[in-house]
């Protein structure tokens, strides 16, 4: 099955040449969609859903969303809008296959540089079909992906108070504005750390999988494990020790999540 995932999803990716779309805004200064959106939305829908018997299609741009299927395909169709629209060569197509609230199979496909990120359950991570694992460098040698909540800046504070925290302890910040190329560049051993306070499913749903059969870890806070029915915190980190201190960190600021779930 991924062999026909990574299929549809670089074809889905030829979309993403057309310069002449159209921009919608859908509430916030930071939050839009184009026409590409929604074209290759529709593609991965189309192509996607007939693979496997009782499942449904959950996408960003969709309305009504069916998350009481067995087989769910969360769908980002360009994650890192907002770099499509200003041509600066960092987004992705997120296409991850969740089976009763596991995430199974996962592709992140970055078309600017041509990188297929993917996994499947059991049968490790790959870039381009070359196994990647996380790196093991420790807080101090470690680079920090993370985020102020664009979409709603009431939530700007604790991100920067834990930004602070962990600023002090490891080497660097960076900042991509794709989640899912930057969780996927932690699977990759590019980076070591990753938070970000409100990512809503389709955004992380494919990289849980690649992260974890890459050896990494990824939660949230107020859950046991990762959820996919509503927008949570997002952690990962290469290594056992990398994530229980970021956790730490952030249960500190944030134990419980502090939004709703719509």
């Known amino acids: 099955m991924i062999d026909q995932v990574i299929s549809i999803v670089r074809e889905a990716s030829t979309l993403f040449w057309n310069r002449d779309f159209q921009v919608e805004n859908k509430g916030t200064a930071a939050n839009n969609v184009t026409s590409v959106d929604i074209t290759v939305e529709a593609f991965l829908r189309e192509r996607l859903t007939p ?82 694992q996380v790196s093991d460098r420790d807080i101090e040698h470690s680079v920090f992906c993370t985020a102020m909540s664009a979409y709603d800046k009431a939530l700007a504070k604790p991100c920067f108070n834990i930004i602070e925290k962990v600023y002090g302890s490891c080497e660097d910040i960076r900042r991509f504005g794709s989640a899912a190329v930057e969780l996927a560049s932690l699977a990759a051993g590019r980076v070591e750390l990753y938070f970000e306070i409100r990512l809503s499913p389709w955004d992380y749903a494919a990289s849980v999988c690649i992260i974890r059969e890459a050896g990494g870890y990824i939660g949230t806070v107020e859950y046991d494990d990762i959820v996919y029915h509503r927008p949570i915190p997002v952690i990962a980190a290469n290594t056992k020790e990398n994530y229980e201190y970021l956790q730490s960190v952030v249960s500190a600021e944030i134990p419980k999540i502090p939004y709703t779930p719509n």
């Open 51 to 132: 693979l496997l018997e009782n499942s449904s299609f959950i996408g960003e741009e969709s309305e009504g969303n069916d998350f009481a299927h067995e087989n769910l395909w969360i769908v980002d169709p360009i994650d890192g809008t907002t770099n499509f629209i200003r041509d600066l060569g960092c987004s992705a197509i997120s296409v991850g296959l969740v089976r009763n609230n596991e995430a199974i199979l996962g592709v992140v496909y970055n078309p600017y540089r041509d990188e297929m990120f993917y996994a499947e359950k059991g049968k490790g991570a790959y870039l381009n079909g070359q196994r990647i």
